[in-house]
């Protein structure tokens, strides 16, 4: 399968409900994803995800924006036909006019060589130590490396 990719220019735009049901995405998001509006909208987001995404970072990005937060986040999305493209998420909760979380946007950028020679290893490290001991196994060495690089996630991933 193809690794696609998009202009440095370009944007990528999706909108979920709380439940990670997808309530809007744009041009490029469906044409990379391969799906016809219809096709996708109230589906869950993870209809994108792909295989080879440890789930450990998945939960760091729940958490997060659960909690209320913006996170950053590099991710490696499945297209319908099973081709795959990397972005760089910034993915923030909306709120309603009394603070309560109603919805969450994803901004996807093109995400830099530099950082995926970071990442692609990383995420494979993950994902293998998944296989043998399940998430607790990934934590582990996603923690010992945060620790090392000052302790927050997304501190790490913008520093890349």
Do not use: C
Not at 48 to 59: Q, T
């Amino acid at each position: 399968m193809a690794e696609l990719t998009f202009l440095e220019s370009e944007i990528i735009v999706s909108k979920t409900d709380i439940k990670g049901r997808i309530t809007y995405g744009n041009e490029l998001f469906l044409k990379l994803a391969g799906y016809a509006e219809a096709d996708i909208l109230g589906k869950p987001h993870n209809i994108v995800r792909h295989p080879d995404m440890p789930r450990i970072i998945f939960k760091q990005l729940w958490d997060y924006i659960q909690a209320g937060k913006e996170i950053n986040a590099y991710v490696v999305n499945k297209s319908k036909n099973g081709d795959h493209y990397w972005v760089l998420a910034n993915v923030t909760p909306s709120y309603d006019s009394n603070g309560k979380i109603v919805a969450y946007y994803s901004v996807r950028r093109k995400p830099s060589e530099q950082a995926l020679k970071v990442i692609k290893p990383l995420y494979k490290e993950l994902l293998n130590a998944e296989k043998r001991g399940g998430m607790d196994a990934s934590l582990k060495i996603l923690a010992t490396l945060l620790e090392k690089k000052g302790g927050r996630y997304d501190k790490f991933i913008l520093s890349l």
